[in-house]
């Protein structure tokens, strides 16, 4: 699908969501006790920014980046609204270069672009914090991608970023009883060494 594509696609799809505040991701909102106490933070493929707000709240000074212009206007609205700020970006993370060791913190929930990984994994400050939830192949619901191509292998987040020490990681699979636990996801928190 060209850029032009998603990002109509993505437009599409916030125009017809709620204005209520989204929440952040469990990865991070589980594990904020992990955070540092400020610095320089990233929510990549923000969508509505339930990261980057849940972070701006938290006195980070927090980018959050989509292709989807409606989602990052929805952003600005409701972090002032709530007299926050975050600085939202248009862009297509997929063709323009990710800066390398600019942030303290990156936030990564529900997209998975496998050639990113190198470059999110560099973007952090030694020390800096990669939360990262998406879809696994063995998911169990049908929320989130069809196209296993966007579906995480079994551990792949933890060879996708094999060079970030491992804090948290969360992968239920099909081990079990199916009726509990967390089915559809694999979570992960990592640190730059
Ligand atoms: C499933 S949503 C997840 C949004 C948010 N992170 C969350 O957890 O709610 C995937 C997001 O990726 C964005 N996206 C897809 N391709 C992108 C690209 N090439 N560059 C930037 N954002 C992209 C979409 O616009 C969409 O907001």
Not at 24 to 47: F, I, K, T
Not at 57 to 62: A, E, L, P, S, Y
Not at 153 to 170: H, K, M, S, T
């Amino acid at each position: 699908m060209s850029a032009g594509a998603i990002r109509d696609k993505w437009d599409r799809i916030y125009s017809a969501s709620t204005e209520d505040e989204p929440e952040a991701a469990e990865v991070l909102s589980n594990n904020a006790h992990l955070l540092p106490p400020s610095g320089d933070a990233l929510d990549l493929a923000c969508g509505l920014g339930g990261n980057a707000l849940f972070l701006a709240r938290r006195g980070f000074r927090v980018s959050a980046w989509d292709i989807s212009p409606l989602a990052l206007a929805r952003i600005t609205t409701l972090a002032g609204r709530s007299g926050l700020k975050v600085e939202a970006q248009a862009r297509d993370v997929e063709a323009e270069p990710i800066p390398q060791v600019a942030f303290d913190v990156v936030v990564v929930s529900r997209f998975l672009a496998r050639p990113l990984a190198g470059p999110i994994g560099g973007s952090l400050r030694p020390g800096g914090l990669l939360f990262y939830q998406t879809f696994v192949r063995g998911k169990l619901h049908p929320a989130g991608p069809g196209n296993p191509n966007y579906l995480l292998a079994e551990n792949e987040l933890l060879d996708l970023f094999a060079g970030l020490r491992v804090l948290f990681y969360r992968e239920d699979g099909r081990v079990g009883d199916l009726t509990s636990g967390r089915r559809d996801e694999a979570y992960f928190v990592g640190q730059k060494r």
